[in-house]
Nanobody, 123 residues
């Protein structure tokens, strides 16, 4: 059974950086397109970034473009989200998600989800 486990969240001041990691169990990681989503209190879960199976294609929400970078290491079954120049509005629970043989920006496209990691940015 494939499981996703996020780590790397925490509290940081505005302008700071964090790197989130998501380790995917199983031996089929390279079969999955991966995405990062976030959900702030009282808001719907929203797309942040996605990366194709090979890592050759990436896509970002406009709100994080130029500040966040998604990457993956298929040898380590891990996808990363490097977050720089963090803002208070980036505060949310961040989730990684996987879709087999796909690559998308909608939550409904993703089949597997992690438990989430909290990111809090103070002003």
């Amino acid at each position: 059974q494939v499981q996703l486990v996020e780590s790397g969240g925490g509290s940081v001041q505005a302008g700071g950086s964090l790197r989130l990691s998501c380790v995917v169990s199983g031996r089929t990681f390279s079969s999955y397109g991966m995405g990062w989503f976030r959900q702030a209190p009282g808001k719907e879960r929203e797309f942040v970034a996605a990366i194709s199976r090979s890592g050759g294609s990436t896509y970002y929400a406009n709100s994080v473009k130029g500040r966040f970078t998604i990457s993956r290491d298929n040898a380590k079954n891990t996808v990363y989200l490097q977050m720089n120049s963090l803002k208070p509005e980036d505060t949310a629970v961040y989730y990684c998600a996987a879709v087999a043989y796909g690559f998308g920006i909608r939550t409904a496209e993703y089949e597997l989800w992690g438990q989430g990691t909290q990111v809090t940015v103070s002003s």
